[in-house]
């Protein structure tokens, strides 16, 4: 067939529905044959046959108004028109047609206009079952894209193709947000939560009719369908939550754990908390239940409608218990896993024991769910369910077969742990939780000794994943309970674990956990210390060569400790991963922060050397990344040897200033102020200037005081702070300089355009928290305490940049005055007379200072030009003797070719011996005695 003839087929077919339609809406309007239901059923029916493939976009308003006309007569009591009802919303569960390319994009409208009316037949109560089943499969399918629902990656993904699933899809789900009908669908099952709770009626009593009550119960699982479909979009959840289904769903979870409904409620739920989290946690908090009958449409979105006419829309309060949608879903949800934890055996009961765990955790997160959970004893059987059988049994409130090694019970244990640590932030919980032995349990899994026998009894990859899991979770829960913590053998088990040589990835969760319970119970460090925790770590960092990023084992302690609580320190060659040193150096960090004792036990333990060597092996980081590394070896520095006056003199006698300075020098920008940090405490001992004077580059011979001063003409250069003349430019706001940067790309940002995004979010965080004024104010602080006049080597351009450096400290006050009073300004108060004196004074004061250091710069540079004209006269002047010289010379071995006298061969003699006695002195450029 050729493409004419096809147009003019499909445009035949065109004109015939649409005909058909017209005729079909004549019949059920016109005077004559507006009582002829019959002929309307066998109208409509034929209507579907003639179009079971799915109905035009074009007619979908007059397929409209045939379904709004068949509804309002069944309303009216013409329970014939059920079927062809049923078969007409079933079939808009096909795929729209489009008679032309652009019919979609044109009348997408009437779509959203058929999905209204078809949210009616949801609305309006009375309607029968199977046309409400019917019209849930409907929308159930048009959510899901006709069965081409696209997976999470591809929804996640950012690019959308022009045609395909992924773009169906998106474009479905906007339709039915635009047209309500999920609130519709809601009022639907708030209807049928509500026939829970009408008493059953006999066959008697109905005359053999089904029962109302047990039909409205049925259609919660189409229902449930319909919304599970839709519950994969965020606005669609967002609408959900903001039109009941909480609510809903604590009352449909009450079915118990056989209920058909029951693992589509969970997997709704679920969906709920991962895509709308923060609306639905409000629900909850605000402590009051959404009122689905307050969100729902008294009437149809395009103005009056026959709903008014047949009945009022559910009340679903008697939904809300006594104590609010959280108690509910926490009573709910609690009862559930009670009895799926005792009577649940079989693999489906398992799969949504598990589910119902999942949604716990997401739901303990919100303040107000875990008090509710905590008043209705779902921590109780959590407890039983986290602790048994390590602990004992407990028959009453966990069955055994909930206790065995398979999938879904490993599973379980990893979820019950990570649901009550969230719980024990409750005081109560935590109490009960102590009571019970939930640390000890945790800690019988990290034990490096011979196993329990309850633990024994998992296989190598669940007991690596609980091990894992329990790390974690004492994580968290060790700061909490310290006591208990300390009476389980909390810190002696970590210990005997990190020195067991376990994997890399336990290793760093051991090392995660002492980090936080360090920093959270400053009071550990005292027990650890002492117990041996610092030789321990030294060795994780010690065992490394570059940045290593393979597995193994870590070095250990060779032999038993000695009497004095240390023992020698011995690598097995292998390679930590950069993530396990780096949690160690933080250990370190935070054991030897602000503890004398600690720091000693470093020292006596060869710490420095360790450290020193992790400082040296820096050079082969790339200078142009970041790396938080580095950061925590210097921080270590800092924080573990520099306090240590013992420590500072074997690190600076051993090295340290060299490492530090050339760190300073080829590191990466990002490391400055943590260098100079090191720098400015360690130079605080006196004895240390001599190092820093003596220190010369490996790439340019240049002294470190040249080295500060380089650093600090990179940002003075940034921001203008100098003129082109060498002098301050701005003498009002000196720090400030043009006010504007002259440069805005640095060059490593070349470098950070093609880094991952986690990369680039740790180089963001690094560079947010170390401002360029901590350099400035650094540099200034490191040559306070050298002196500024105990550097003279450093020629007069050099001691002008140094006159600035000297009055940093009085600029920032001049900053600081500058903007308190813009806040004055910008707030609309008026200071008082003293206070107001007090600013301009100040800021005056920062002003007249900048102009006496720019005058003493130009006194310097002066004399710096006066030497540089003095010295070239110098050489010009030896220049000119040498060449006079050299002209003599040549004049006297001109002479010598000549015949003599002996008397003026003697004289010759003379004069030539005289020439070269002059001809050899040396000369040199000499500075004038300012210099």
């Known amino acids: 067939m050729d493409t004419a003839t096809m147009t003019q087929s499909m445009g035949g077919a065109a004109a015939g529905a649409t005909v058909e339609l017209e005729k079909l809406i004549a019949l059920f309007t016109g005077p004559n044959s507006a009582d002829l239901y019959d002929r309307h059923v066998a109208a409509m029916q034929r209507l579907c046959r003639n179009n079971a493939a799915g109905f035009a976009i074009?007619?979908?308003?007059?397929?409209?108004?045939?379904?709004?006309?068949?509804?309002?007569?069944?309303?009216r009591g013409s329970t014939g028109f059920?079927?062809?009802?049923?078969?007409?919303?079933?079939?808009?569960?096909?795929?729209?047609?489009?008679?032309?390319?652009?019919?979609?994009?044109?009348?997408?409208?009437?779509?959203?206009?058929?999905?209204?009316?078809?949210?009616?037949i949801f609305r309006s109560p009375g309607m029968p079952p199977q046309l409400v089943a019917v019209a849930a499969q409907t929308i159930s399918t048009f959510a899901n894209a006709y069965g081409n629902r696209p997976n999470a990656l591809d929804l996640a993904s950012q690019h959308v193709e022009a045609e395909g699933p992924q773009r169906q899809y998106l474009t479905n789900q906007g339709l039915l947000g635009k047209s309500g009908v999920v609130a519709d669908v809601i009022v639907a099952l708030a209807r049928s939560a509500l026939a829970d709770r009408e008493p059953p009626t006999s066959p008697s009593a109905r005359g053999g009719a089904p029962d109302p009550a047990e039909q409205a119960r049925a259609l919660a699982a189409p229902l449930l369908t319909a919304l599970l479909a839709v519950s994969y979009n965020a606005e669609s959840c967002t609408a959900m939550v903001e039109a009941g289904v909480l609510q809903c769903i604590a009352a449909l979870l009450g079915?118990?754990?056989?209920?058909?409904?029951?693992?589509?409620?969970?997997?709704?739920?679920?969906?709920?908390?991962?895509?709308?989290?923060?609306?639905?946690?409000?629900?909850?908090?605000?402590?009051?239940v959404y009122e689905a009958a307050v969100s729902l449409r008294a009437s149809s979105p395009g103005g009056a409608s026959a709903l008014d006419e047949f009945g009022e829309e559910p009340d679903i309060r008697p939904l809300r218990g006594g104590g609010g949608l959280a108690m509910a879903l926490a009573d709910a949800l609690g009862?559930?896993?009670?009895?799926?934890?005792?009577?649940?055996?079989?693999?489906?009961?398992?799969?949504?024991?598990?589910?119902?765990?999942?949604?716990?955790?997401?739901?303990?997160?919100?303040?107000?769910?875990?008090?509710?959970?905590?008043?209705?004893?779902?921590?109780?059987a959590l407890i039983a369910a986290g602790t048994c059988p390590e602990l004992g049994s407990a028959p009453a409130l966990v069955a055994n077969y909930a206790l065995s090694t398979d999938v879904l019970d490993h599973e379980l244990r990893l979820l019950v742990w990570a649901a009550l640590v969230q719980g024990c932030l409750r005081p109560e919980v935590l109490e009960q939780a102590v009571a019970s032995g939930l640390v000890r349990v945790l800690l019988l899994y990290v034990s490096p000794g011979e196993p329990h026998p309850a633990v024994r009894r998992w296989?190598?990859?669940?007991?690596?994943?609980?091990?894992?899991?329990?790390?974690?979770?004492?994580?968290?829960?060790?700061?909490?309970?310290?006591?208990?913590?300390?009476?389980?053998?909390?810190?002696?088990?970590?210990?005997?674990?990190?020195?067991?040589?376990?994997?890399?990835?336990?290793?760093?969760?051991?090392?995660?956990?002492?980090?936080?319970?360090?920093?959270?119970?400053?009071?550990?460090?005292?027990?650890?210390?002492?117990?041996?925790?610092?030789?321990?770590?030294?060795?994780?960092?010690?065992?490394?060569?570059g940045s290593g990023g393979g597995g193994g084992t870590m070095g250990h302690l060779a032999g038993e400790r000695?009497?004095?609580?240390?023992?020698?320190?011995?690598?097995?060659g292998s390679l930590q991963p950069e993530p396990v040193r780096h949690f160690a150096l933080l250990c370190l960090t935070a054991l030897c922060s602000v503890h004398a004792e600690n720091q000693r036990r470093l020292r006596k333990a060869g710490g420095v050397g360790v450290l020193l060597g992790a400082l040296e092996k820096l050079r082969g980081l790339d200078p142009l990344l970041p790396a938080p590394y580095a950061v925590a070896v210097l921080d270590c520095i800092w924080a573990a040897v520099v306090p240590d006056r013992k420590s500072a003199a074997k690190l600076l006698v051993d090295?340290?200033?060299?490492?530090?300075?050339?760190?300073?020098?080829?590191?990466?920008?990002?490391h400055r102020p943590i260098v100079l940090r090191v720098l400015s405490d360690l130079l605080e001992n006196p004895r240390s200037h001599p190092f820093f004077h003596d220190w010369q580059s490996d790439l340019n011979k240049q002294t470190a005081a040249h080295l500060l001063l380089s650093v600090w003409m990179e940002e003075d250069s940034l921001r203008g702070i100098t003129g082109p003349d060498g002098m301050l430019a701005n003498t009002a706001r000196p720090l400030a300089g043009l006010g504007k940067r002259t440069k805005w790309l640095p060059p490593e940002n070349v470098a950070y355009g093609n880094m991952s995004p986690a990369k680039k979010e740790t180089l963001s965080i690094m560079l947010d928290a170390l401002p360029s004024e901590i350099v400035l104010a650094k540099i200034y602080g490191i040559f306070k305490v050298l002196g500024f006049d105990a550097c003279p080597y450093l020629d007069p351009a050099d001691h002008a940049v140094l006159a600035a450096v000297e009055k940093y400290a009085k600029f920032r006050q001049g900053e600081v005055w500058r903007a308190i009073q813009a806040q004055f300004a910008e707030s609309g108060v008026k200071p008082t007379a003293p206070d107001r004196a007090r600013l301009e004074s100040g800021i005056e004061m920062s002003e007249s200072l900048a102009a006496a250091v720019r005058e003493a710069q130009a006194r310097l540079l002066g004399r710096a030009q006066e030497g540089q004209r003095a010295a070239e006269a110098?050489?010009?002047?030896?220049?000119?003797?040498?060449?006079?010289?050299?002209?003599?010379?040549?004049?006297?071995?001109?002479?010598?070719?000549?015949?003599?006298?002996?008397?003026?061969?003697?004289?010759?003699?003379?004069?030539?011996?005289?020439?070269?006695?002059n001809s050899l002195q040396s000369f040199q450029f000499q500075h004038g005695e300012d210099d």
């Open 874 to 917: 110098r050489l010009f002047e030896g220049m000119r003797q040498q060449a006079r010289l050299e002209a003599e010379y040549r004049t006297i071995a001109l002479q010598e070719k000549t015949p003599l006298t002996l008397a003026e061969m003697r004289r010759a003699k003379e004069q030539k011996s005289s020439m070269l006695k």
């Open 82 to 120: 059920v079927e062809p009802l049923c078969e007409l919303v079933g079939t808009f569960s096909k795929p729209f047609i489009r008679r032309t390319a652009t019919d979609e994009f044109k009348m997408l409208n009437h779509i959203t206009s058929l999905l209204m009316t078809v949210g009616d």
């Open 655 to 670: 090295g340290g200033m060299e490492a530090l300075l050339g760190h300073l020098e080829q590191g990466n920008k990002s």
């Open 255 to 288: 079915r118990g754990p056989h209920a058909d409904t029951s693992g589509a409620t969970v997997e709704l739920l679920w969906n709920l908390l991962e895509q709308a989290p923060a609306l639905a946690r409000a629900a909850l908090s605000r402590g009051s």
């Open 459 to 545: 296989n190598s990859d669940q007991l690596a994943t609980l091990r894992s899991g329990a790390l974690s979770r004492l994580h968290t829960l060790s700061p909490l309970c310290p006591e208990e913590y300390e009476r389980a053998g909390g810190p002696g088990t970590l210990l005997a674990f990190a020195g067991s040589s376990p994997g890399a990835t336990h290793l760093e969760a051991a090392l995660r956990h002492l980090h936080r319970l360090f920093s959270m119970v400053p009071e550990t460090r005292d027990a650890l210390g002492s117990a041996g925790i610092i030789p321990v770590l030294l060795a994780v960092v010690a065992d490394t060569v």
């Open 562 to 572: 000695a009497g004095n609580g240390h023992g020698a320190l011995t690598g097995v």
């Open 335 to 380: 009862g559930l896993l009670r009895e799926l934890l005792l009577n649940g055996f079989s693999k489906a009961d398992k799969e949504l024991r598990n589910d119902c765990m999942l949604v716990m955790g997401l739901l303990l997160e919100d303040a107000a769910f875990a008090a509710a959970a905590s008043y209705s004893g779902v921590f109780e």
């Open 58 to 75: 074009r007619d979908l308003p007059k397929v409209q108004q045939v379904l709004e006309l068949s509804v309002a007569l069944l309303k």
